[in-house]
């Protein structure tokens, strides 16, 4: 059984600074693509950020693009969400994600999609004050 956990989470003001960290345990990411999701009240979950394992490479949503960075550290099965210039409009819960690996054509044609990953971790509050 896969589960991931989700940490790090908390309140800042706008413009500053905040890194979550997604464990997952029962597995081993190599086996899986990752994501980064966040819903608002009353919206729906949105795609942030999505990380081919096999390349490292990360897709970001336009709205983080040049202010989140995704990164990953192998041996301690964790990737990590740097969010920097936080804005109001960033306060959301934030839940990583794993989804089995699938061939490129089709990972890149539906990263973004929420119901295309398996496994979600319980989720972590995000709140931006102005």
């Known amino acids: 059984q896969v589960q991931l956990v989700e940490s790090g989470g908390g309140l800042v003001q706008a413009g500053g600074s905040l890194k979550l960290s997604c464990a997952a345990s029962?597995?081993?990411?190599?086996?899986?693509?990752m994501g980064w999701f966040r819903q608002s009240p009353g919206k729906e979950r949105e795609f942030v950020v999505a990380?081919?394992?096999?390349?490292?490479?990360?897709y970001y949503a336009d709205s983080v693009k040049g202010r989140f960075t995704n990164s990953r550290a192998r041996a301690m099965n964790t990737v990590y969400l740097q969010m920097n210039s936080l804005k109001p409009e960033d306060t959301a819960v934030y839940y990583c994600a794993a989804c089995r690996r699938k061939a490129y054509s089709y990972f890149s044609a539906t990263y973004n999609l929420t119901e295309e990953y398996d496994y979600w971790g319980q989720g972590t509050q995000v709140t931006v004050s102005s």
């Open positions: 029962g597995t081993t990411f190599s086996s899986y693509d």
């Open positions: 990380l081919r394992w096999s390349s490292g490479t990360s």
